[in-house]
């Protein structure tokens, strides 16, 4: 664990962790490993339960996060109606207590009320302060203010401004998620008010993820100028990286596509079927070598210079927070 002494805030506090930091849930990238370590290194991190096929799947990696974990994890749900699994996922957190719930999308309000139930926290991803105050309504114990330097599926709204929006409609603790790759700007966002960070990229290019040489080669030669927004692979704007296969096919869905994700009668299953389809060509990408190389990740990949193991990332952090601190001198 870093020497960096304890950065104590409210998160640190609900969750009893050295730092304000959560290795964040990432489809198809964040694994028991990775969590595992991140607890190790007096952090915490959360996956999506999307991330398991099965529920036997999910149930076998919750067992192994309680017993080899040390320190608190958590999990991310889906909780929209595009969720069908969503039901079964929140049964297995609930039986096996999981920390904490990270929600994505839809009304979290049976969520958060089964998991205070049950001793469980939960935060909720927001990108503007109409969203913010709904949710805030329903009493989470946070939310987290995904900004418009997020990987995946970005705000639009800078870190400041949205916490300050945020702090205008809810008095919860706010984490922030988007656009930390070093510790001057963890810095910086627990000076603008938030109470920890939600990092994700630059977790992708780790010994311990799962995903593909190539993927994780990615992260380090491409940087922020080469991230992108498609709507291809879900209909909602995503960060992927722009590789010459990008370039290629494009960011934008087809006028058919288009059409039908709008069309009053087609739209349900037109936005299945482009989450399908995007889903899958995010898979390939992610763990073969393909020429297909559809990769998400936000603009903090910048900072990726190496593979590293999770542990040395936070340690390489802490110690940047501990220079821009004063702490450390050189
Ligand atoms: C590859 C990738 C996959 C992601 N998948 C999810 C996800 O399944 N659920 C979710 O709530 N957020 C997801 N996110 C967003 C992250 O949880 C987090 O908000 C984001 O990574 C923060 O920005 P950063 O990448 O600059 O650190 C994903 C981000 C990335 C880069």
Redesign the pocket.
């Known amino acids: 664990m870093s020497t960096i002494p304890e950065i104590k805030t409210t998160l640190t506090k609900l969750l009893g962790i050295r730092y304000p930091i959560i290795l ?6 964040s694994n028991v490993h990775m969590i595992i370590e991140a607890t190790k290194a007096g952090i915490t991190g959360a996956i ?1 339960a ?1 991330n398991y096929r099965t529920d036997r799947e999910f149930r076998k990696a919750l067992e192994e996060l309680k017993e080899k974990s040390n320190g608190p994890f958590g999990i ?1 749900l889906i909780a929209n109606k595009s969720n069908i699994k969503l039901k079964e996922q929140l049964r297995s957190c609930l039986d096996y207590k999981v920390d904490y719930l ?1 929600t ?1 999308l839809g009304n979290p309000s049976q969520i958060i009320q089964k998991c205070h139930k049950n001793g469980i926290l939960v935060f909720c ?1 927001v990108v503007d302060e109409v969203y913010g105050k709904k949710v805030s309504d329903l009493k989470p114990d946070g939310l ?1 203010a ?1 900004n418009n ?5 970005a705000g639009k709204l800078s870190s400041k401004e949205l916490i300050n929006r945020l702090q205008s409609v809810s008095d919860l603790p706010i984490i922030s ?4 790759g070093n510790g001057k700007q963890l810095l910086e966002k627990l000076d603008e008010g938030a109470c920890g960070i ?5 977790f ?1 290019a780790t010994e311990e993820s799962p995903v593909s040489q190539d993927y994780k080669e990615a992260c380090i030669h491409y940087s922020a100028k080469d991230i992108v927004m498609t709507t291809k692979l879900s209909g909602s704007p995503c ?1 992927i990286i722009n590789t010459p296969y990008v370039q290629k096919t494009g960011t934008r869905q087809s006028m058919i596509e288009a059409f039908l994700n709008k069309h009053r009668r087609f739209k349900k299953l037109a936005k299945m079927l482009t989450f399908y389809k995007g889903m899958k060509s995010l898979k390939k990408a992610a763990f073969s070598s393909t020429y297909q190389s559809v990769w ?5 990949i910048e900072y990726v210079k190496e593979i590293l193991p999770v542990k040395k990332v936070v340690e390489n952090l802490l110690r940047e927070y501990g220079k821009a601190i004063g702490l450390i001198v050189n």
């Open positions: 964040a849930p990432m489809f198809l990238v999506p999307l991310n990270i994505s991803d987290i995904v330097e997020a990987g995946g599926h998620a988007g656009g930390v939600s990092m994700g990229s630059p992708i960060t998400c990740a936000g603009p903090s």
